[in-house]
């Protein structure tokens, strides 16, 4: 397994356990009618688990298994890939505060890096997509 | 696959009647947790390479399996119960503690697969 996918799937199940806290918090706050105290969690709570947990996951499972180029670096661009990671947690991380703060620019500060993220991301592992699949012995072109 | 099927229909109880829609909670974690994070979890631990000096049988990874299961059923019951009666917030404490300990539990099974070779 490559470093980078090692640490981002390391950070997926740290935002994961985090997530899930926040989680359980919610729905205790909800059986003890406190809920509206702690309503700030909920944008952490999504963007921990849908971003932080899901979408990191499948990016750093396809950045480790995703076909390996037969001419220059095997993994394409690794400091785009690093890049996008980072721009990814620093997203989640904004994203996440601004329920707590309460800033309608850090949430969308927050959105616009995992937006941008996800664009570095998908750039960086665009060459290592297969171009065809081979089924009975006929090769399919893919895109 | 279950808690995506159960997922699904109690979506559509949801959308049939308003008095219902308190659970739209529910079968949104049903078909997340449920269904993709189980999946998720499936997966890895069917493919992750297990490191040489584990043991055999995955003690962790069983409890979460059953703690998280138990823990989204528990809230399925409580959860359009607790329209009726508030004693019902019991059961919904017991359900995210279960939840929580369940991906606790699949976290520390999973945690020493991730690494290099």
């Not at chain 1, 003890?32 to 499948?58: C, D, K, R």
């Not at chain 2, 947790?33 to 390479?49: D, E, N, R, S």
């Not at chain 2, 528990?74 to 607790?82: D, G, N």
Request: charged share 10%; aromatic share 10%.
């Amino acid at each position: 397994m490559p470093r980078l996918s090692l640490w981002a799937l390391r950070a997926a199940l740290v935002y994961l356990a985090l997530g899930a806290a926040a989680g359980a918090t919610l729905m205790v706050a909800r059986a003890a009618g406190a809920y509206q105290s702690f309503v700030w969690l909920i944008p952490l709570h999504i963007e921990f688990m849908l971003l932080g947990w899901t979408v990191q996951l499948a990016m750093a499972v396809s950045y480790w298994i995703l076909p390996r180029r037969r001419s220059g670096p095997v993994r394409g661009n690794e400091r785009l890939a690093v890049t996008a990671f980072i721009v990814i947690n620093g997203g989640v991380l904004t994203a996440s505060l601004a329920g707590l703060l309460e800033t309608g620019v850090l949430a969308t500060a927050g959105h616009g890096a995992e937006v941008l993220g996800a664009f570095t991301f998908a750039v960086s592992a665009w060459h290592r997509l297969p171009r065809s699949i081979v089924l009975r012995g006929r090769s399919l072109p893919i895109i | 696959m279950a808690c995506l099927v159960l997922g699904l229909v109690a979506s559509v109880i949801a959308s049939v009647s308003p008095a219902m829609a308190t659970i739209r909670p529910t079968w949104f974690h049903l078909i997340t947790v449920g269904w993709l994070t189980q999946l998720i979890f499936g997966v890895a631990l069917w493919m992750f390479p297990r490191p040489p000096t584990a043991a055999r049988r995955d003690a962790w990874g069983w409890f979460g399996f059953w703690a998280l299961n138990a823990g989204l059923l528990l809230r399925l019951l409580a959860e359009p119960l607790k329209i009726f009666s508030n004693r019902m917030g019991g059961l919904l404490v017991l359900s995210a503690f279960l939840q929580l300990g369940a991906i606790i539990a699949l976290v520390a099974s999973l945690w020493p697969r991730v690494r290099e070779r």
